[in-house]
């Protein structure tokens, strides 16, 4: 039996090694084409850091243009927008890289508070290995310029202060990362909860973190002239959608199904006070497991159980390895989530594969934005961005990565206000104004307004004043453009 796990832990080695070699490959495909958007939503956060970086706030009024929603709390932001004022503006390469070191973030305080449970090295290597590569969740996030990772990082940090008894520093450090991510509250809700009933902890814990959430809030608030909680709070209550529940869940069962009831699974072991963090912090992300069914929710909605998923693993085969008839059953299980994964990995190192050849022998003549008719790239002529880039006045477009790559600023950015719009959180009014005052010199869109609004980011409000203002101005790239009627 002892050969037999030895020889699993030997797979299992080289499989991490295998995935790891990917994640690389696939972060520096994304790096090195600094101009080009991979995921939707990439093209706001770039769009807020470059606010920031020209000394305007983030949170604007959403009764007048530019409308843009800014979804999460500052740090990202600031840390991106800081960094391109120093260093100048490198595209999504900046907001990338911080993205990717918020991943190694969290690996290594994952690694650091398993090692310090398990008195081994190798348990939080793996655990940190495991968490980077099994689901193929941190391949995709991590290198891309969203929040989510940075978020995790500070988290995961927190949890390993706490797990080695600094609890005040810990609260310090949530308190950064629902700064970054404001959803990110399932940690200092652990926290308090393992520290029972050790009252004293709780309450210097609980104040720290309340404290300082409340402060920033109040700050925040006040340097916005209210619309902070608008846009982090308001503005992301979308509607849960089934359709959105059922094509999520089927994802996160092919991937998780196994090492996640694994991990429930083990809660059946003894443990020590110290593990409980780790088990309430499991158990707490697989409680937000229903938020996926939110309209605009994605993988990166279980980024937490991907990393509490592996904490537990590798605290039951430290616990497993301990008896020699239960020796077998942690390498079996964890080689049998890897290998779950290698239909995603061989699709994936085509994807990574492709794309480093393309940052490494670039096309001059086009760019790569994100669709919204498919998960196919949308294409764009190198000679058609730098049209819009020379274009005099304000440009309105439905395809936000197309502003953000020439260089404009988002004026509005369609999906979210014509969702806010049908759930009543936001009227139409600042857009229709400035469409029939024809603001605009030019409107680039993916879809002809002579035609169905179904599939389209625009209402029919909007449809019929730009009808009303506008005239055909042709066609290029995939895009239909118009000018103000004279």
Known sequence: ???????????????????????????????LRSQEEFVYGESWLLDDARRIAAGELLYPPVDRLPLMHTAYTPVYYVIVGEL????????????????????????????????????????GTLAAAFFLTQNLTLVLWAPLHRVDTLALGFTLLGLALATSGRVSASAVVLVVAVLTKQTFLVAPVAICLALWPMWKHMLRFAAIFGCGVLASVVVAQWLTGGWFLWHTVVGNSNEAEFDTFAQLIGGFLQF???????????????????????????????????TIAKIGASSNYWLEITAATAAMLALASHRLAQWHETRLIAPVIIAGSLLIAVPGYQANTREASDSLREALTPSPEYLTLVSDVSI????????????????????????????????????????????????????????????????????????????????????????????ATYVPAGQQSGFWLYRPRQ
């Open 1 to 31: 039996m002892a050969t037999a796990a030895s020889a699993l832990w030997v797979l299992i080695a080289g499989v991490l090694g295998l995935y790891l070699v990917v994640f690389a490959a696939s972060a520096a495909g994304r790096l």
């Open 84 to 123: 391109q004022h120093v260093l100048g503006d490198h595209g999504y390469t900046i907001g990338r890289i911080v993205s990717l070191l918020g991943a190694m973030l969290a690996a290594g305080a994952l690694a650091w508070s398993i090692r310090r449970l398990t008195n081994r090295w190798i348990l």
């Open 256 to 290: 998780n199904g196994l090492p996640a009831l694994a991990a429930v699974a083990s809660l059946v072991l003894p443990s020590s006070r110290e593990e409980r963090l780790w088990r309430l912090y499991f158990l707490g992300t697989l409680a937000t497991l229903p």
């Open 376 to 467: 196919s790239p949308l294409r764009v002529e190198s000679s058609f961005v730098r049209r819009v880039a020379a274009e005099p006045g304000e440009v309105l477009t439905d395809n936000p990565g197309l502003a953000v790559a020439a260089g404009k600023p988002i004026i509005y950015e369609f999906q979210i206000f014509q969702l806010l719009h049908v759930e009543g959180h936001w009227s139409q009014t600042p857009i229709l104004d400035a469409i029939h005052n024809r603001r605009f010199s030019l409107v680039a869109l993916m879809h002809p307004l002579v035609g169905p609004t179904q599939g389209t980011r625009w209402t029919p409000s909007i449809r019929d004043a730009l009808l």
